[in-house]
């Protein structure tokens, strides 16, 4: 089955400044990479995905780039702010979505 | 409507209590999963039902029993479960396939005595 290890585990970043997130997958048949948002005590929500196809994808300060040969992608966020600071998971999917561990991340006014 | 809902918001229960929670969702979406989701762990999933039909059930314990009584709705009911039971549940929702994105109901706090 499917592998998705995630690094960091905890990223502190200054206002202002940019949060890269990294994952690998195992399974070369996933072809599907959401990163969900999780809030103290809310539910993931989904920010931003990319599909196999696709090589980068942009939402205002929100980038996912993919590597498929490599099989790695990596969350970009610029610009954070501190309403940027909670828990972020990626995910593959090729029949079922498996979550890496997590990063928590902390952006200091 | 475009939210996944949970029911109850919180709940607490004794180790020889029967319970339910409780999914609903009205996107018109044909998968719905149930997860466990331990404090800073990622969601684990439990069940997995497409098309009102149960196709994985990751090697949960059978004090866990999920039923789908329609495509809207989603329940886990819970008998004589553990403590370490006590977690976070979250229901989510996708379209069609399993790889589609899925959506997150705001899940149930359940903790377990």
């Known amino acids: 089955g499917e592998n998705v290890e995630q690094h960091p585990s905890t990223l502190s970043v200054q206002e202002g400044d940019s949060a890269v997130i990294k994952c690998t997958y195992s399974?070369?048949?996933?072809?599907?990479f959401p990163w969900y948002k999780q809030e103290l005590g809310k539910r993931p929500q989904l920010i931003i995905d990319?599909?196999?196809?696709?090589g980068e994808k942009k939402d205002q300060r929100i980038a996912v780039t993919l590597n498929k040969t490599a099989k790695h992608f990596s969350l970009h966020i610029t610009e954070t702010q501190p309403e940027d600071s909670a828990v972020y998971f990626c995910?593959?999917?090729?029949?079922?979505?498996?979550f890496g561990a997590g990063t928590r991340l902390t952006v200091k006014p | 409507d475009t939210e996944v809902t949970q029911t109850p918001k919180h709940l607490v229960m004794g180790m020889t209590n029967k319970k339910s929670l409780k999914c609903e969702q009205h996107?018109?979406?044909?998968?719905m999963y149930w997860y466990k989701q331990k404090a800073k762990k990622p969601p684990e999933l439990m069940f997995v039902?497409?098309?009102?039909?149960?196709?994985i059930n990751e090697s949960v314990p059978s004090r866990f029993s999920p039923e789908c009584p329609n495509s809207s709705l989603l329940n886990l009911h819970l008998h004589a479960l553990q403590p370490e039971d006590s977690a976070l549940y979250l229901c989510?929702?996708?379209?069609?396939?399993?790889?589609?994105?899925?959506?997150f109901g705001p899940g149930t706090r359940l903790t377990v005595l």
């Open positions: 039902y497409s098309y009102e039909k149960l196709s």
């Open positions: 399974d070369s048949a996933s072809n599907y």
């Open positions: 990319i599909r196999s196809n696709v």
């Open positions: 996107m018109g979406h044909r998968a």
């Open positions: 995910a593959a999917s090729s029949n079922d979505m498996r």
């Open positions: 989510a929702s996708s379209q069609g396939a399993r790889r589609d994105t899925q959506y």
